[in-house]
């Protein structure tokens, strides 16, 4: 018992300990970030959208949850056919959202709960409504060369085509005509979003800019989203004409599809990281300046060896936090306890030494963890997320295992979805599912909204599956959630080293310690029993006790187990400390 107590107060006085060893960490680097989808979070006004005054009326949610900074998807004046990645306006808050003094309140109750807030921006296009794009489209002398202009082909019937055989993100030619320049402009995404013209100094210095404004207006950071599609391959190395990607030649691929091409041309550019690391600089100049750090996300499905460069490279900064997209992309159904050691040792071994590490499972791009693989593994996902070295990033709902939700084609609002003109297959691309409103609680638009409806349906199940009846039950996903957000204050989860091992093709397991306190997360992904012996680990013997447990466990806190045979059931999940 003594014991005990003595190995509490180690772990929750956690300064006297760090300081003796010289561990010093700053507000980022070991944080848990909240990722916000703003229109589908809480709605204040009733219109059905979520917005700015409603994501302030929650805050303290996140602070009960023991989160430490939010992102939020953008919130800029856009016309909304990409939600938010089509920005109209950089330096403006979208009217539906609220105003920039909401905004300002946002920011000023954050501060007094001690939550960071980041932005997410879009620095790859803007909306084709934007001033800018107008003014470009129309030759203005300043911004004619702000977008991806080039002529495209007449043929000796007067059949006009496409610059070259670029392909969108979103399907169909990545190229869309514009009369009153007889040009076609290039759109990486959806035709309402024009790529910047990354060749034109004029272009990043406002690019610069609208990050400067929005530091000085308070914000801890930036999420720069699709940032390997910044650049365009250099025309002029090429006789002045863009040149075809080649075919990939996937097997069922359309030429309209995305994977149809090898985007050899217009993604993972060399000249990104060094765009990066200009980037950075902004960034550095004011936290040197208010001795405050302000961090830098990167967003860009990659390689792996792409994507850890966002790092920075020599004495080139990069990002604070290049985004791991591993347990993401990686992982599926199919995946067991190998597959799950696999991707996560490489991204520790491919990144930088002593560079942070960053766990995600879900953004409003993905689908969720419970529908992706089970809900029965939303708490060992979790465990991943939370208790892995280095930072945390959870996606809205995650914490509570929200599932996917049902949207028909006839309520789709996704461009990717709509794009497909697919009344059946859409469902494959479509990223509602993902976006349905956040599930407070069981009443009227699960207590999202008091509108009619909601701008997407709620997901089917929320009478069920909400966080009032998580809040007021003992064992759920959110309790869950809670005790590892507490338990990774502990120096052995902040600080401690790491170790893994798949004990068998269905049982996870890793270990963290910091001088004598250590920890073993063990989970069964498998769906049978299992019996494990923990004692593969080096110095873990004898007894552990449970300090966390999946809701599917029977397992409660300060349940002890051995260390030589432990029973596992299928999905069961385990935090477990070394008894000393
Ligand atoms: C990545 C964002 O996450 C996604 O939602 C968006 O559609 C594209 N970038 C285009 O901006
Ligand atoms: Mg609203």
Redesign the pocket.
């Known amino acids: 018992m003594l014991q005990f107590l003595v190995l509490g107060a180690v772990a929750t006085v956690i300064s006297g300990r760090y300081e003796n060893v010289n561990v010093k960490q700053d507000w980022w680097e070991t944080a848990v970030f909240y990722q916000i989808y703003p229109r589908s979070f809480m709605d204040s006004d009733g219109d059905g959208v979520g917005d700015i005054n409603g994501i302030t009326s929650r805050l303290e949610y996140l602070k009960e949850l023991g989160v430490e900074a939010t992102w939020l998807?953008p919130i800029f004046k856009s016309p909304m056919h990409?939600?938010g990645?089509?920005i109209s306006d950089y330096y403006s808050i979208q009217p539906e959202y609220g105003s920039m003094e909401d905004f300002e309140q946002l920011l000023k109750k954050a501060g007094e709960l001690n939550i960071k807030v980041i932005l997410?921006f879009?620095p790859?296009?803007s909306s084709n409504e934007s001033e800018w794009f107008v003014k470009s489209a129309s030759k203005d002398e300043y911004y004619s060369d702000w977008y991806i202009w080039e002529n495209g082909h007449l043929d000796s019937t007067g059949h006009r085509s496409p610059p070259n055989n670029w392909i969108s993100?979103?399907r169909k030619s990545a190229w869309t005509y514009v009369a009153s320049r007889d040009q076609y402009y290039l759109h990486?995404?959806?035709e309402s979003?024009p790529d910047f013209n990354y060749r034109n100094p004029v272009v990043v210095e406002e690019m610069k800019n609208v990050i400067k404004f929005w530091l000085e207006k308070g914000v801890a950071g930036m999420k720069l989203?699709?940032f390997n599609?910044i650049y365009e391959v250099d025309k002029d190395s090429y006789g002045g004409r863009y040149p075809n990607e080649p075919m990939t030649g996937k097997p069922g691929l359309k030429p309209e599809d995305y994977g149809y091409l090898e985007h050899i041309y217009t993604k993972d550019q060399e000249e990104t990281y060094d765009m990066v690391s200009q980037f950075r600089d902004v960034f550095d100049a004011i936290t040197i300046r208010d001795n405050l750090t302000r961090i830098m996300m990167t967003?860009a499905?990659t390689t792996i060896k792409n994507a850890v460069r966002y790092y920075g490279e020599g004495t080139h900064s990069g990002a604070h936090i290049p985004f791991n997209f591993g347990l993401i992309e990686d992982l599926d159904k199919d995946s067991d306890a190998r597959d799950m050691k696999y991707t996560i040792d490489r991204w520790l071994t491919y990144k930088p030494l002593r560079k942070q590490a960053n766990w995600m499972t879900g953004?409003?791009?993905t689908s969720r963890v419970a529908s992706r693989f089970r809900s029965e593994l939303v708490d060992a996902f979790n465990m991943l997320v939370l208790l892995l070295p280095g930072i945390a990033v959870t996606y809205m709902g995650e914490e509570i295992g929200m599932t996917n939700g049902f949207v028909p084609w006839s309520e789709t609002k996704?461009?990717?979805a709509c794009n497909t003109d697919d009344p059946v297959n859409f469902i494959e691309v479509s990223?509602d599912p993902v976006r349905t409103p956040f599930q407070w609680s069981n009443g009227k638009n699960a207590g999202f909204s008091h509108a009619d409806s909601s701008w997407l349906p709620v997901a089917e199940g929320f009478e069920h599956l909400n966080l009032a009846a998580q809040r007021s039950s003992i064992r759920s996903h959110y309790q869950v959630y809670r005790t590892l957000t507490n338990l990774r204050m502990r120096p052995a989860f902040k600080y401690g080293r790491y170790e893994s091992l798949a004990l068998n093709n269905d049982v996870f397991a890793f270990k963290r310690w910091y001088n004598d306190d250590t920890y073993v997360v063990v989970m069964n992904v498998g769906r049978t029993y299992h019996v494990v012996n923990l004692t593969a680990f080096d110095l873990i013997f004898g007894q552990l006790e449970v300090e966390a447990s999946s809701v599917v466990s029977s397992r409660t806190y300060s349940d002890n187990v051995q260390a030589n045979y432990l029973d596992l059931a299928a999905d069961e999940a385990l935090v477990l400390r070394m008894q000393v």
């Open positions: 998807s990409d939600f990645y089509d997410d879009v790859n296009h993100v979103f990486q995404f959806g979003q989203n699709s599609h967003e499905s953004n409003h791009d996704d461009p990717q990223r």
